[in-house]
């Protein structure tokens, strides 16, 4: 079935650090990729998506570029802040089977340190 | 546009009871899933519902139930709790317009402990 890998976590960061974290996917078709964003105590904030293959998705300074041939969706960001401190979900959603189906990683806790 | 909501956003039950949480999705959105996360397991599908009507259903007992009215309000039912059904419960909502490729708008979720 499909499945979506993350780097595990935690990830420690100073301010204004280069950010990197990992996730490739398994899945049949052409499935939508997205990252998600949850706060302490919040629900998930969708951060970006990509819809097909080489989609750059971007917002807030985050990117992450649909890369079929790699089935990897990185999601980076050129200098981290304290505020972005929170956990990143990779996820998946295959229509083929005609559901809003997300699947998700087990999410990479970033903390960054002033 | 208001965000999907959740209600409650806390409850406290002991094994065996049952409860219902209820999620309004944004206006206009037609489909509506539930997730249940745990420290455990992650983020894992429970159903989705379009149109009153379920569309797919993940990979738990039956105890797990839900529905979907004309206005798109959803509720889900856990009977016969058991302590591994504490977890944060999360609602999502989506227009259903474009499938497959629809942002899924998630709501603040429940917190279910049961002692």
């Known amino acids: 079935g499909d499945s979506v890998t993350q780097m595990e976590g935690p990830v420690t960061l100073s301010e204004e650090a280069f950010l990197t974290i990992n996730c490739t996917y398994t899945?049949?078709?052409?499935?939508?990729l997205f990252w998600y964003v949850q706060y302490p105590g919040e629900g998930l904030q969708l951060l970006l998506k990509a819809t097909k293959a080489d989609d750059k998705g971007s917002n807030k300074g985050f990117e992450a570029t649909y890369r079929k041939e790699t089935t990897s969706f990185h999601l980076e960001k050129g200098s981290v802040q304290v505020s972005d401190s929170a956990v990143y979900f990779c996820a998946l959603l295959n229509y083929g089977g005609a559901t809003n189906k997300l699947i998700f990683g087990t999410g990479t806790l970033l903390a960054v340190q002033p | 546009k208001a965000g999907v909501t959740q209600t409650p956003r806390y409850l406290i039950k002991t094994r065996g009871q049952q409860v219902t949480l209820s999620c309004s999705p944004i206006s206009g959105h037609r489909s509506v899933s539930w997730y249940q996360q745990t420290p455990g397991q992650g983020l894992q599908f429970l159903f989705e519902y379009f149109s009153e009507t379920q569309r797919n259903k993940g990979n738990f007992p039956g105890r797990f139930s839900g529905r979907q009215f004309s206005n798109s309000r959803s509720e889900m039912n856990v009977s016969t709790l058991e302590l591994g059904d504490s977890a944060l419960y999360l609602c999502a909502s989506t227009p259903g317009i474009s499938e497959g490729t629809d942002t899924q708008y998630f709501g603040p979720g429940t917190r279910l402990t049961v002692l």
């Open positions: 899945a049949t078709g052409y499935p939508s």
